[in-house]
């Protein structure tokens, strides 16, 4: 198993920045593929990126395209969202998650974290 922990979340006016961390612990977290996620108040979770172990490949939503980036560090434990020009329909709780298969990570992942709150005001 994996544990999954966000961090980073806030208060940002619209074009602002923010970047999210998610701590992964656990069995190797390196052999994980890792995304986010993000659900918006009477909206349905929602894939933002996902990036896999090697950090090599990733993949962002058409909505987040050019302002978003993820990316982990050298150890491959800790994943980041970078978030730029930031939009009030960027608001929303982002869950960070986890998974051994690059699909199912896209779809419906094994591991999730439990959400952090990013507001962004107009």
């Known amino acids: 198993q994996v544990q999954l922990v966000e961090s980073g979340g806030g208060l940002v006016q619209a074009g602002g920045s923010l970047r999210l961390s998610c701590a992964a612990s656990?069995?190797?977290?390196?052999?994980?593929?890792m995304g986010w996620f993000r659900q918006a108040p009477g909206k349905e979770r929602e894939f933002v990126a996902r990036i896999s172990g090697s950090g090599v490949l990733t993949h962002y939503a058409d909505s987040v395209k050019g302002r978003f980036t993820i990316s982990r560090d050298n150890a491959k434990t800790t994943v980041y969202l970078q978030m730029n020009s930031l939009k009030p329909e960027d608001t929303a709780v982002y869950y960070c998650?986890?998974?051994?298969?690059?699909?199912?990570?896209?779809?419906?992942?094994?591991?999730w974290g439990q959400g952090t709150q990013v507001t962004v005001s107009s």
């Open positions: 656990g069995r190797t977290p390196s052999n994980y593929d």
């Open positions: 998650a986890a998974d051994r298969d690059w699909v199912r990570l896209g779809l419906s992942p094994d591991y």
